[in-house]
Each structure stands twice: as C-alpha cells, then as structure tokens.
C-alpha cells in the first residue's frame, strides 16, 4: 500500500515592506563557456580576445563573436594585464595626506594616470618611516607598475628591492641620495626668493622662517639654506653688499605650539624694540596654519602686528585675516609631470635620471600689508 504524501508546506507571502528573496547570482561566464557555446578550443577563443582574427577562419571568428555577445563575456582586467606582465596600476606614496601640498599633488598625477589608462593607489604614510616600507613592498605584492613616492625616511634604503625587479620609482618633493631616478619638484630657491624680495619691497625687515623639522628633508633643508644665502647678501640685489634684513629659524612641530605662540611674541617685542619691521616666513601650508592659529590665539591681525607669507596656496589662505599672502607651488602640474616621467619609465625610457623643476607663483593679500602704510 502507498504511503500517503505529506501535504505540501504552504508558502508565506513576503510581509509587507519585506525584500524578497534575492535571485541566485548568475555565474560570470568564461572562456570555457565561449568555447563550449562557439563549438571552439578555449586557444581559439585566447587568439580572437587578442586581436589575432587572421589566423581564424571566417566561421570561427563569427561564432566566438556571436557567443561572446549572447553569454555577455567581460575578460578580466588583472588577468589580462598579469598575462602580459602589467597591471597598469600605479602606486603614489604621501608623506602625509593630511597636507594640502599631498592632496594637490595626488590629484594632478590622477589626471595624467586617466589620461594614459592607468589607475592610481594611494599610500598614506602617515610621516611614519614603517609604513613607507609597506608601500615599497606593495609594489611587488600587488604587482603595481610603479611608484610615485614622496620619502619620509630618507635614511633607509627601501627602494633597492623595487629596482631589482625592474619597478621605476619617480621621487616628488623629496631628493633622495643614490636613488638612480626622475626627480620632481619645485625651484626651493626661487621660491623662497620670491617671498624675500616681496617683504624686502614692502619694508620688512626683520623675518622668522617657521619651517617643519628640517632634518634630512631635501625641500626644507633647500629653503633654509635660501633663506640663508639672502640674508647674506646672496638674494635679489645681485650687488654682493649684506642684505639689510635679519632674520631667525624655527622649527614647528604638533607639539610645540605653545612654545611658538610665546616664541612669536618675545620675537616681535624684540624687533619691535629694535626699530624693526617683523614678518613671517612660514616653509609650508603646515606651517602656515600653525603661524595662523599662534597669531589667532594671540590676538593679532595679519599684516598689523606683523607681516606673514607662507609657501603653499590653500583654500583657507584667503579666510585669514585680511588674506594670507602665498608663494603658491605649481602642485597640480608637480603631480602631471611625476606621473608622466613614471609612465614614459614603465613603457621602456632608459635615459638618464631627470630632475623637473618649476617655478612658484606669489599671491599678495593682506597680511604683507607694508607696515610703513
């Protein structure tokens, strides 16, 4: 005698506002796929994919066309570039991406990337030395084409297992000694000269550099060892006499800012006593908002208790005071051209390392506002 059937469980309709169950994935097709579909070898389908429809009768190649478009085959991207041994990845490791100066640069080297097919990867670097050799080694872990870097230990020698398999580097900003590659940045000197004749011409006479630690930082040790020169005679007048400007160093960190606050004011009342007209030379956009926030918290303006020009045009530099006087670095066209040298690299340049300078560009607000005015 049969056994009865159990009655069937009913189904529950959905509740509402309730997701309906999601329809099972569809299964990507592949070349397995396209061949089996095109009556085909998997080799056959390999040489249409690759442009080498020559070697295929007419049939065959009408056929992979026809299942190609009816199984909508997408190749994979990563595989096809591993199987011809690039990625078209790009790496750019920052220093600190906290810096406007990183950001402006990371988006001129993405455009120059777009425009030549390439993707980029940015590496944050925190200003730690560990995490700069996490990027070199991601050059090799994830088969990047190259690397852009912007050096924060300059003191390690990380980039030798980038070159022994053949991964060029561009550096950017940041020289590094015995590193054989292209090198990126803008003119140190001529920046800090165009800042130093703007005060010189709007009277000031007296000028504190307010740089980040210098220490093996090629760009700030450039820009202090300017900034030296033209006190000594060396800057615009070109007449071999000593400059009538004086001027001091001083290095800002995150951690000594109440220090500059009181530095800023013993400086100026020192000056002030002294007859002399007090401005400051901040190195960067770090520095410069560091300067900023100091002069806030003590209750000055901009361009009345002392004059201010800072390296790096930002966003904000216009909010301050009456106007934050730049010396702006070309940051956008910085980043077009390391992107550009690393891509000429990847495809097969073997000249000599090459050094791009550009020129900076000042901005004048009113934080330069001549004191004799």
């Not at 995150?254 to 100026?268: D, S, Y």
């Not at 002399?276 to 100091?294: F, I």
């Not at 904000?316 to 005071?321: C, K």
């Not at 390392?353 to 506002?369: C, H």
Request: a neutral charge; aromatic letters at 4%; charged letters at 15%.
């Amino acid at each position: 005698m049969p056994k009865p059937v159990p009655p069937a469980t009913p189904s529950r309709p959905c509740p509402p506002g309730a997701a309906k169950p999601a329809a099972p994935a569809k299964a990507r097709a592949t070349i397995a796929d396209v061949a089996l579909a095109a009556q085909v070898s998997k080799a056959t389908v390999s040489r249409y994919l690759n442009g080498r429809t020559d070697i295929l009768t007419p049939d065959m190649a009408k056929r992979v066309e026809l299942a190609i478009a009816s199984l909508q085959y997408r190749p994979s991207p990563m595989a096809q570039a591993l199987k011809h041994g690039r990625t078209r990845l790009i790496g750019l490791a920052v220093a600190d991406v906290t810096n406007p100066f990183s950001v402006a640069v990371l988006q001129g080297a993405e455009k120059a990337c777009q425009a030549a097919g390439y993707l980029l990867v940015l590496f944050n670097l925190g200003n730690e030395a560990g995490r700069e050799r996490d990027a070199m080694h991601a050059l090799s872990a994830y088969q990047l084409d190259g690397m852009i870097l912007n050096r924060v230990d300059t003191s390690a020698q990380l980039w030798q297992d980038a070159q022994l398999h053949g991964k060029p580097i561009v550096l950017v900003d940041r020289f590094q000694e015995g590193l054989d590659a292209d090198f990126v940045t803008v003119d140190n000197p001529g920046v800090i000269q165009i800042a130093m004749d703007h005060l010189q011409q709007q009277s000031f006479d007296e000028v504190l550099l307010v740089t980040e630690p210098i220490a093996d930082v090629s760009s700030r040790t450039a820009r202090q060892q300017a900034f030296a020169r033209y006190l000594q005679g060396q800057g615009s007048t070109g007449r071999g006499q000593p400059a009538a400007m004086q001027g001091s160093v001083w290095e800002s960190t995150p951690h000594n800012t109440i220090a500059l606050q009181q530095h800023l004011q013993q400086w100026r009342d020192q000056a002030q006593q002294a007859g002399r007209h007090p401005a400051v030379l901040a190195g960067n956009a770090v520095a410069s908002l560091r300067v900023a926030t100091a002069v806030h918290a003590l209750g000055w303006v901009p361009g009345r208790e002392l004059g201010i020009i800072g390296v790096d045009e930002t966003d904000w530099a216009a909010l301050v005071g009456p106007g934050l006087s730049t010396v702006a670095q070309p940051t956008d066209a910085l980043g077009q051209a390391a992107a550009s040298c690393l891509i000429e690299r990847i495809q097969g340049l073997q000249s000599p390392a090459r050094t791009v300078e550009l020129p900076g560009t000042i901005i004048v607000r009113g934080s330069t506002k001549s004191p004799s005015v």
